[in-house]
């Protein structure tokens, strides 16, 4: 089976960092994705991960260890707008479905 | 700037009648997916199609939901007859073959009362 667990709230600053972290347990390992999603809206994608090590997008950065089974997304200079959730998913093979973790809600307060 | 298409946003329905959601995905978009999403939770998947062909239904309560995609470009997704426990957002979803991002449409959100 498919586990991916992340935690279910975070609150962070205005201006600050936040770590959103991410374990997964899969047969296969095909990639591990970051998508954001606000309220009453379609997620979209941010990040994409299949090598350990750190991707950098502008604000936005995930890390990768297979080894460990853990991603991280990391945001920095929070802005209002980057309140949302922000969910998790892992492809264990190959045009196989994106398995999602149930999200973590973050708020971002003045 | 190519978006996956879907219809309606929201749709009203007494339980025991028949629903209908539509998705026409990006184009040249082989493979479609239609995810279902209760309110704080990740998105599920209900099926996955690879052009007309469905690749993957375990998760389809075929009972009552029916999926299908006739000429491997637009899809519907049918419940009948609708439950109360339903009530979720229905997204659906496209990725070029050969590519893993899924690229996600607005969703149709389905309350049964």
């Known amino acids: 089976g498919q586990n991916i667990d992340q935690p279910t709230e975070m609150t962070a600053t205005e201006g600050a960092i936040v770590q959103i972290n991410c374990t997964y347990q899969t047969s296969g390992f095909n990639g591990l994705f970051w998508y954001q999603q606000h309220a009453g809206e379609a997620p979209t994608f941010l990040s994409y991960?299949?090598?350990?090590g750190l991707e950098e997008k502008g604000r936005f950065s995930s890390f990768l260890s297979r080894s460990k089974g853990y991603s991280y997304l990391l945001l920095k200079e929070l802005q209002m707008k980057d309140s949302a959730s922000y969910l998790c998913?892992?492809?264990?093979?190959?045009?196989?479905?994106?398995?999602f973790g149930k999200g973590t809600r973050l708020s971002v307060i003045a | 700037e190519a978006e996956v298409a879907q219809s309606p946003r929201y749709k009203i329905t007494e339980k025991s009648q028949a629903v209908a959601f539509w998705c026409d995905p990006i184009s040249g978009h082989a493979t479609l997916y239609w995810y279902r999403q209760i309110l704080g939770q990740g998105p599920e998947l209900l099926v996955q199609f690879q052009d007309e062909s469905v690749v993957d239904d375990s998760q389809l309560p075929k009972d009552r939901f029916s999926a299908e995609r006739l000429k491997g470009v637009d899809s519907t997704l049918k419940i009948q007859p609708a439950e109360l426990g339903d009530s979720a957002m229905y997204l659906c979803?496209?990725?070029?073959?050969?590519?893993?991002?899924?690229?996600f449409g607005q969703g149709t959100r389905l309350t049964v009362v």
């Open positions: 979803a496209s990725s070029p073959q050969g590519n893993t991002e899924a690229f």
């Open positions: 991960n299949v090598l350990d």
């Open positions: 998913a892992v492809q264990d093979s190959g045009n196989t479905p994106l398995v």
